[in-house]
Structure formats: structure tokens, C-alpha cells
């Protein structure tokens, strides 16, 4: 009795585990099943595909305008994502070490341009970045995206600067460091979990962002990759794109993956475990 | 290498708190100085005001005959050791050792050469390539020194380091830190709040209490010769005993009854002008079993008689605890002393007297028993100002 109640407990995780991730990746694995079907077979319904065919991709890399898309999101995802966990890095470590005037009032702004609707923010940046140029340039996408990820990276980053133990840093004092050497040699590597977390949430609302990316650019200067596959025609006037708006979505995927995967690994819990008795 | 004088160190934190109140304390070059008190005495705030880790609020603070008061921690060539050992999780024992070095700019022979002898020093050789999650607190405490003594600064500032650890391996590391101390002849400010940890590891001891240094004064000097209640109840374990007494017509009538009044103290007392209601401080083995007690000892004490409430045998002699009747000696430190010490409501009406006796003795529990006390050792004090009345030590007189 005793030996089977842990064994069911077990088995009942197990099954709801399953239902979660199902839930989650039976959408995923649809789309890229369609983005193996030939054009004809695509609307049959079948969810391993009769037909295989690589053309679906072949042909997007086709479109002139999707390659350079790509370019420009990860470009400008990449760019983004390092300057706001930067500039978030330095602001969530004032705001969980230091005690300043106004302290409560910039994490108030910060959490309000986080609640603020994009949406309501569009018409506006569009003729501001008409008047100063900036329209359908990278800067063009990349301000407001740090803007709005912004409050993210200080909010996540603070909560992991609260955590390390403020002794590592009068150590780091007292054994000769500046605070800025205490600050890059200790803090920063122990923070470094919340660094990677940061910067994964981060890079992926740049990449999947589509309202500014439609909203801000108009050529494939800047366009980003969201906003190319919105703009896929088919064969003819009639035909829909949908294997080859599947295809490009699974290749959208695969830069998270790896980004998420390659980050990972350096996301390892409890790396402050040892620093003072616990 | 350098002597620390703080010159009238005040401490005022921005909520009003006086962390430090008029600190005056001169430290020679290579002396082990304990700073020594209650929880919340001002060890630390005096600690990181040396360090650097704390602003000055008022007064001065020299090393080496300069004042350093606007230095920051890493232009004062400092090494401290934390409660908590504060090593960097993310490094190797080497590397966490190496760490001050590296930010001196050594070379990287140097700090292997440098690393790999505080090791040996420290016991450390074979762990010098882990990290300290998996390390014990022993070993912690060990990395945490080699990173102070590898650089060779100038002093070590060590706040309770070793309050951590389970009291086996205290004394284990007690021993090593004196040792250590010893050899490298290093200027050392160690804070404790444990008493015998002070008596045992500091060539001199600075009791405090709220922010004031109450005494200064070798081991030996503050427990013999205590200049105040608070010193006398903080130094010694177990601690003095204290009974309220009135001094009436040249003699002295306490609980215990009336106890002989020797000439020097009596002298001293009317020298000090003191007030007819007193404390009698007295400590445990300045109590004897009066039949042990040779003839020509007893006319130099009283002897009174009083229930053994509890005895202990340590072999080598006995504790026995009396309950005494009457009222308890009252103080502001040793309501402060109790309060530390979480004895302040102990329901016990009177008092209770702790007494060592030798081993002969015959006392018994729960039978009546004849005790002597050697009054020429007994210490007066003002319940008022809590001063020493009988100390011989006029520099310490004036807390
Ligand atoms: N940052 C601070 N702000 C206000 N008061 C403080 C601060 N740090 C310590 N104190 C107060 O100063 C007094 C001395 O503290 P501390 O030096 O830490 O004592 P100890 O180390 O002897 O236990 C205490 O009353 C404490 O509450
Ligand atoms: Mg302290």
C-alpha cells in the first residue's frame, strides 16, 4: 500500500505532463508537417504527411525578400537584446543594492511602460520616426524594442541580484577590488542565470515581435522576418502560401531553439550555493 | 604591517542609531585585539569602520600613522574574514584565494607560488581545485583565511569567524587561528560576542556595550580587575555572582550576612565616597567549602551557611549552586546582561549563587552546607553608575 501510493502519485504526474506537453507541441508538430507536404496533399488533413518534399523550403529561400528578412531580425533581435540586457543589468543592480532618491518612482515608470499598450503606441512612433528618419531603418525597430524590453530585463535581473549574498562584494572590496572589477568578476558572473534568462525572454519578444516590425519598416531594408511571412504570396492570385508560410515558421523556431539550448546549459540553479553558510 | 588608532570614532547611521559612540582604541603593530560584547554592541560597525565598509562619522581613524578616513577598502591593504566566509561560488579554491592577488596584478607564478604555501599553511593543498558549495564549513573557514593571508596586508579584521562552526571544531580552529596569528605576526582586530573565545585568543580585549567601549585591558586585567558591572557579569564563565549589600557602621550585611570588610577595601570605599546601598561582586571559585578551608585562610573570609540547591562534580572540583533569599542585585547592566544572556525571567525569587568548591568538599544535595568566601577578593560596585568601586585601575574607572 505504502510502496504503490508514491508509484500512482508518479503515474499521475506522468499523464499530466504528457497532456501539457502534447498541448503545447501537437501545434508545432502540425506546422511542421504541413511544411513537408507537396501543394497538392497540404489540405488532406493527414498529420504525417503522404508526399514529402523539401520544396516548400527550397522555395522560400527563393523569395529575395525573406532571406534578407531573416538577416535583419537577427540582426536587429540580436543587437536589442544585447544593449537591453546591458543597460537592464546596470539598472536592476542599483535598484536591488543601492537606496536613491526616486528609487520607487523609476521601478513605478518602468513597470508602467510595461503595462502601457503597444498598440496605442504605434501611430505615434510612426510619425516620430518619419520626422527624425528613423523610419524603416534597424535603429527604427531596435529603440522601441529595447524600450519594451526593458522593464522586463530590470524586473527578472533585480529579483537575481537580490539574491546573491551582499557580502561577495564587500569581500571583493576588502581583497582590492573597484567596484567595478567587484561588480564584473563577482556579482555579474553569479547573476550570470538570470543574465542568460533575461536575455532569452528578451531576445525571443524581439524576434516574434510583429506589430512594430509592420507598423515601422516598409523594405526589405529593415523588414523582419514576421513581417515577410505575412507578406507571402502563392503561385497564383488564388493559391494560398500555406506550406510555404509553414516552412518559414519552422525556420523562425530554430534560432530560439538553439539560442534557448545554448543558453541552457549555463542556467544552472543553486550556482550561488556555497558562497556563505546556508 | 601597522599599528590602528581610532581617535574618537563615532558611528551615526542615517535612522539615528549611534553604532559607535566616542571609540578610542590604540592598536599595536602586530597585536591580536578582541572587540568583545553583546549582539548589537558595535563590534561589526567599529569592524567595518576599520575595514572601510562603513563611513566615519566623526573623529579619526589612523593605520600606520596616516588617516585613512577618506580611503576606500582597497587603498587601506586590508584582508578580512567574514561570519559567513563570503567566498565566491563561482571560483576555486584557488582561484577564490588568488583572487586579491589577481587584482593586485601579480603574475600568475607568483599567485601559484603565493596560493600553493598559504595552502600548505592552511591544510588546503588537496582541495585547492573544488569549489566551496561542496566543501564543509571547516574547510570554508580555512579558504577564507588563506584569502586573507596571501596578500601579507597590513592587519586582519575578522568578524565572529568562526560562530558558524559546531563547537568541536571551534576550538579546533580557535587553536589554529592563534597559531596562525602567532606566526605571522600580523596586526589582528577579531570580533566575538563569546567571551571565552576573547579570553582564550586576544592579547587584549575591548568589551562594548550600546556603541561605548567599557574597558580595555589584557585577559587576565579585565577579570581580575573589572571596571564595571557590565565587564564584571561579561568576563568569566560561569560569571561573578552579584548580591546586593549595605554597608553600615564599617561593616557590610548582604543575604549572606554579614561579611567581614577588609582594611584595603574598606579604605578604598570611603576614598570613593560610596553610596550606603552597594553590589557585592564575587566569583565562583572565591567560594570554598569552609570545612576543607585551612585554619589560618578562615579568619580572612566569612562563612555562612546556605542549602545546596545543585551540584555538579567536574572531578576536578565541584559546582554547587545556592539559592539565596532576599532581594536580587539590581542594575541597569545586569538587567542588559541578562536580557543577553535570555536568563532576564528565570523564575527563581532571590538569586542564585554559583559557587566552586574543591573536589573534597562534602557538600551534598539538598543539605545545608557551610561555605566560606574570601572577601579580600570580592569587588564592590554602585548599583547606580554600575562602577567598579574597588578597582585599582583608575584609567578604567571613568566608564
Ligand atoms: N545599516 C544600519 N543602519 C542602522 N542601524 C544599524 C545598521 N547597522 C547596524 N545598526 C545598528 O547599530 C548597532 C550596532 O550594530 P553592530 O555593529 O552590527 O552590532 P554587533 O556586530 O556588535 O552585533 C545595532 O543597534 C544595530 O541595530
Ligand atoms: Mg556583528
Not at chain 1, 24 to 36: G, K, M, N, T
Not at chain 2, 22 to 34: L, Q, R, T, W, Y
Not at chain 2, 42 to 48: A, D, I, M
Not at chain 2, 192 to 206: K, P, W, Y
Request: charged content about 20%; proline content about 5%; some cysteine.
Amino acid at each position: 500500500m505504502t510502496a504503490t501510493a508514491p508509484a500512482n502519485k508518479k503515474v499521475g504526474w506522468s499523464v499530466i505532463n504528457l497532456i501539457v506537453i502534447l498541448y503545447a507541441l501537437i501545434p508545432v508538430l502540425w506546422i511542421v508537417s504541413l511544411s513537408f507536404k507537396t501543394a497538392d496533399t497540404i489540405s488532406d488533413g493527414n498529420f504525417i504527411p503522404r508526399s514529402w518534399t523539401w520544396s516548400n523550403y527550397a522555395q522560400i529561400f527563393q523569395i529575395d525578400l525573406f532571406t534578407s528578412a531573416l538577416r535583419n531580425s537577427i540582426g536587429i533581435a540580436i543587437i536589442s537584446t544585447v544593449i537591453a540586457v546591458v543597460i537592464g543589468t546596470m539598472a536592476a543592480y542599483a535598484i536591488a543594492r543601492l537606496d536613491f532618491p526616486g528609487k520607487k518612482a523609476l521601478v513605478g515608470v518602468s513597470l508602467l511602460i510595461a503595462m502601457f499598450p503597444q498598440i496605442s503606441l504605434v501611430s505615434p512612433l510612426f510619425d516620430i520616426e518619419r520626422a527624425v528618419g528613423l523610419f524603416d531603418t534597424w535603429p527604427g525597430l531596435i529603440l522601441p524594442y529595447i524600450t519594451f524590453a526593458l522593464p522586463l530585463a530590470i524586473y527578472t535581473l533585480s529579483a537575481f541580484f537580490r539574491e546573491i549574498p551582499w557580502e561577495l562584494e564587500k569581500a571583493a572590496k576588502m581583497d582590492g577590488a573597484t567596484p567595478l572589477q567587484a561588480f564584473r568578476s563577482v556579482i555579474v558572473p553569479l547573476a550570470a542565470p538570470g543574465v542568460f534568462t533575461t536575455a532569452i525572454l528578451v531576445f525571443i519578444f524581439c524576434w516574434n515581435d510583429f506589430l512594430f516590425a509592420v507598423s515601422l519598416t516598409s523594405t526589405s531594408r529593415s523588414q523582419t522576418a514576421t513581417v515577410a511571412i505575412s507578406q507571402f504570396t502563392g503561385a497564383s492570385q488564388f493559391a494560398e502560401p500555406t506550406g510555404s508560410i509553414a516552412a518559414a515558421a519552422v525556420l523562425l523556431t530554430i534560432p530560439i531553439i538553439i539560442f534557448v539550448l545554448f543558453f541552457q546549459r549555463r542556467i544552472v540553479a543553486g550556482l550561488t550555493s556555497g558562497a556563505v553558510k546556508g | 604591517m601597522a599599528d590602528i588608532v581610532l581617535d574618537h570614532v563615532y558611528k551615526r547611521y542615517p535612522d539615528g542609531t549611534l553604532g559607535a559612540d566616542d571609540v578610542n582604541i590604540e592598536i599595536a603593530d602586530g597585536e591580536f585585539i578582541i572587540l568583545v560584547g553583546p549582539s548589537g554592541c558595535g563590534k561589526s560597525t567599529t569592524l567595518n569602520m576599520i575595514a572601510g565598509l562603513e563611513d566615519i562619522s566623526d573623529g579619526e581613524l589612523r593605520i600606520g600613522g596616516t588617516r585613512v578616513n577618506e580611503k576606500a577598502p582597497k587603498d587601506r591593504d586590508i584582508a578580512m574574514v567574514f561570519q559567513s566566509y563570503a567566498l565566491y561560488p563561482h571560483m576555486t579554491v584557488r582561484e577564490n584565494m588568488g583572487f586579491p592577488l589577481k587584482l593586485a596584478k601579480w603574475s600568475k607564478a607568483d599567485i601559484d607560488k603565493k596560493v600553493t604555501e598559504a595552502a600548505e599553511i592552511l591544510d588546503l593543498t588537496q582541495h585547492l581545485d573544488r569549489k566551496p558549495a561542496n566543501m564543509s564549513g571547516g574547510q570554508r573557514q580555512r579558504v577564507a583565511m588563506g584569502r586573507a593571508i596571501v596578500r601579507s596586508p597590513k592587519a586582519f579584521l575578522m568578524d565572529e569567524p568562526l560562530s558558524n562552526l559546531d563547537a568541536k571544531l571551534r576550538v579546533q580552529m580557535r587553536t589554529m587561528v592563534s597559531k596562525l596569528q602567532q606566526r605571522l605576526e600580523t596586526t589582528t582586530v577579531y570580533v566575538t560576542h563569546d567571551q571565552t573565545e576573547a579570553m582564550t585568543l586576544g592579547d587584549r580585549i575591548v568589551v562594548m556595550k550600546s556603541g561605548v567601549v567599557q574597558q580595555i585591558g589584557s585577559p587576565q586585567h579585565l577579570y581580575d580587575q573589572p571596571a564595571n558591572l557590565f565587564v564584571a557579569g561579561f568576563i568569566g564563565s560561569p560569571s561573578m555572582n552579584f548580591v546586593p549589600g549595605t554597608l553600615e557602621n564599617g561593616g557590610l550585611r548582604t543575604s549572606l550576612g554579614n561579611l567581614r570588610m577588609p582594611d584595603h577595601i574598606r579604605r578604598v570605599l570611603e576614598a570613593a565616597d560610596a553610596p550606603r546601598e552597594i553590589i557585592v561582586g564575587i566569583r565562583p571559585e572565591h567560594f570554598e567549602d569552609a570545612g576543607v578551608v585551612e585554619d589560618h585562610l578562615r579568619d580572612t573570609g566569612s562563612v555562612f551557611s546556605a542549602e545546596v540547591d545543585v551540584l555538579e562534580s567536574m572531578g576536578s572540583d565541584k559546582f554547587a549552586y545556592f539559592k539565596i533569599e532576599g532581594e536580587r542585585a539590581m542594575s541597569d547592566d545586569l538587567a542588559q546582561l541578562e536580557a543577553d544572556a535570555g536568563t532576564a525571567d528565570v523564575p527563581d525569587g532571590g538569586g542564585q549563587l554559583v559557587t566552586r568548591l574543591s573536589a573534597a568538599s562534602t557538600a551534598r544535595e539538598g543539605q545545608s552546607s557551610e561555605v566560606w568566601v574570601d572577601t579580600d577578593k570580592m569587588q564592590i560596585f554602585d548599583p547606580h553608575s554600575g562602577a567598579n568601586l574597588t578597582s585599582r585601575d583608575p584609567a578604567t574607572a571613568n566608564a
